[in-house]
């Protein structure tokens, strides 16, 4: 060991045991008062150790006290926006505007297992897997030739313990070996996943998705257990054909208009289209639905009379190329009255009309045509890649990103059970930080179960969320991959666009301000109870008053 080495240690050990006995000169324990502190002033390093340990995890297990819950329906900020400069609001249609209940991912689940089994010719005996609504969450990869469903963080690297074959979770030791020895997947292979050309691995980002994820998952399996032997890649594209088919056969838009009440809230949008109208706010839509499923969801979402709160309705758009540099025409299109088409006018569209609906076009007509200005639109989208990306870096409008998942995973947050156990972790991990140095046998030992027991609270947090691949948000202590797509594609984020209702028109949104590890002093601002000098204090607040 050099003797610059030797001297940085030594002043660490002296600041840990100085910093700690600062506060504890003057503890006692009394029979009437619970004291957070303990005596050290002769003691070998492990007992120092356990010591701090101990202090520290009762404070936080015994009187730790949730003090700030977010608001679930809150809508937060990766940038900096002023809503009082937006003045033309935009917004997706199917789980932006129209928020469907959970009901609605089982019947397109059934449905295109239906399909599977009498288009594709896929086993009978699949109709009876059932959906289950819990088993994965938004933002996963599908490796589609090793059949694998897995959670990358946003670095690319694969969460372990979050892969899973058909309904069973692959051990650590097989997904290494699988990868050969490394988790990190290439630059190349990750940026073709959100396209729909990937050769080798796709994204599956939006709530539509997740039937798709669930059929996935429950044909390996069948085939798994039953040693049919498969093309991966069939069932892959399979499986995609027949959730596709659920869309673009009617199935769908006859399923919802016939229950329309089981899949969306009556007159739910109101509120939000006063509230925006009354501040003077341009409407419009662009949406890849079809004008009678749109048209049906909107009347009862909004009333007879949708087509008026919107300056520019565009159905069958066809994102995300209509956000693609081109120069395709709008053609508008008319209800025939006599039957359930439309009738197409090819004549060329000079101006928008309010009350007209438009199909096709492309981003570059629909600036022209409405002399917007970039940064004063504001866009919703439920899909960041087919909604936000294109928009935001080609033209400047600002985006907004609408992820229903959103309210569940905040009041999970602002649980009791998550509190302790997030607090306790990265306590745990600034007590492994600063007693590493102690390098005895009987510390270092410490040190190893210190270090299984934050695997241990690793688990248990993401488990907290979803059992199998935890929080849409985070792998461990890094993003998802997801959660760095989105903090790259929108500015805001919220469960609903409802939720806009909350603020002023004017309101402005600022972000959180990230620190970097150097940024110590920055960050000492957002410190909590789990952090070095806060926690110091924590404890020396716990001292009885006439002990001070």
Known sequence: ?????????????????????????????????????TDTGNCSNAEFMKTRYNDLRDLIYEDHEQVHNVDPRGVFAINQINLGEVGVYGFDYDYTLAQYSDSMQEFIYTQSTKVLVEKHNFPKDLLNLSFLPDFCIRGLHYDIQRSLLMKVDICNVIQLGTVYRGMEMVPDEEVMWLFNGTRHIPKHIIEQSYVSTGESLRQLMDIFS???????????????????????????????????SVHVSGLLYDEVASNIDKYLDKGSLTPLINFLL?????????????????????????????????????????KPRFFHKGSRPFKCVTPDNSSSNLVVSWERVNEFK????????????????????????????????????????????????????????????????????????????????????????ESQQLVREWLNERNELKTKVKEIFN??????????????????????????????????????????????????????????????????????KALSDKRPNNLK
Not at 285 to 301: A, E, M, P, Q
Not at 362 to 370: P, R
Not at 472 to 487: D, K, M, N, Q
């Open 354 to 441: 309010k009350g007209e609906v438009y199909c096709e076009g492309c981003i570059d007509e629909l600036m022209q045509l409405s002399k917007w200005v970039g940064n004063e639109v504001l866009y919703f989208g439920d899909q960041i890649y087919a909604d936000l990306s294109d928009p935001t870096y080609s033209y400047g409008w600002r985006t907004g990103a609408v992820i229903p998942e959103l309210e569940e995973e905040i009041s999970v947050m602002n649980s009791r059970v998550f509190g302790h156990s997030v607090i306790w972790l990265q306590t745990l991990e600034r007590l492994l930080e600063r007693m590493q140095i102690y390098r005895d046998a």
């Open 278 to 318: 009354a501040g003077g706010k341009k409407l419009f839509l662009i949406t890849n639905s079809g004008y009678h499923f749109v048209n049906c969801g909107l009347r009862h979402l909004i009333g007879p009379d949708w087509k008026d709160v919107f300056d520019v309705v565009i159905v069958q758009a066809k």
């Open 467 to 536: 059992p199998r691949f935890g929080s849409v948000f985070r792998s461990h202590l890094s993003s998802s991959y997801f959660a760095g797509r989105l903090c790259r594609m929108a500015d805001v984020y919220t469960s609903s666009v409802n939720n806009l209702t909350q603020y002023y028109p004017n309101h402005f949104f600022f972000p959180t301000r990230g620190t970097l590890p150097h940024e110590h002093v920055v960050s000492l601002a957002y410190q909590h109870d789990g952090y070095d000098h806060a926690i110091e």
């Open 210 to 244: 997740m039937p798709e994820m669930m059929l996935l998952a429950n044909v390996v399996e069948y085939f798994r257990h039953r040693n049919i032997v498969y093309d991966p890649r069939i069932l892959f594209e399979s499986v995609q054909d027949s959730v596709r």
């Open 1 to 37: 060991m050099s003797p610059g080495v030797a001297r940085h240690l030594a002043r660490q050990i002296l600041a840990n045991k100085c910093i700690l006995r600062q506060v504890c000169n003057a503890a006692v324990h009394t029979s009437s008062i619970k004291s957070y502190l």
